[in-house]
């Protein structure tokens, strides 16, 4: 096993990784952990699309439990798929950037995964909100999973390597 694959310790001082990143050679080749990672954020971006479909499905029923009126409905419901569509296409633009190398892309994707789980968490904790197939289960594990690929070793140091 070569020292770049190693698993590190539990309690490796940080001081550690910094020596490690300037000792090894970035891969020249997309580590598949880029690769992966940009699937996931496409598969994130595609389960917006299809919570938007959702929201549409369900729109009737959630209409009368907003007690809004017809006019304002419409204007509600437009709000809201902008606002899902713009989520989107930044997702897409984020996996683009992601998939050529952009290090600041992978942080603001990452970040954009820790701050979706942290409202999960918060939404579970404070207000009991359930975590279902049909609510949060879907993106929750894609937020997760996207974080694990993103954050490797080796996707951070082929990143690092090109500069954005």
Known sequence: MTDRHRKRAALEPAVSLFEREAELAPPSRRPFSVSGG???VVARAAGTALWS???LREWG??????DLEP???GVVLGVLLGVQGLWMLLLLM???MVWRGGNRARLLVMFGA???ITA????YFATGEEITV???LLTLALDILILLALSSRDARAWTRRRRD
């Open 38 to 40: 940009t699937a996931l």
């Open 94 to 96: 984020l996996a683009w």
């Open 71 to 73: 006019g304002e409905s």
């Open 120 to 123: 999960s968490a918060v939404a």
């Open 53 to 55: 479909v959702s929201l």
């Open 134 to 136: 049909r609510t949060t």
């Open 114 to 116: 820790t701050a979706s």
């Open 61 to 66: 029923s959630l209409q009368g439990d907003l």
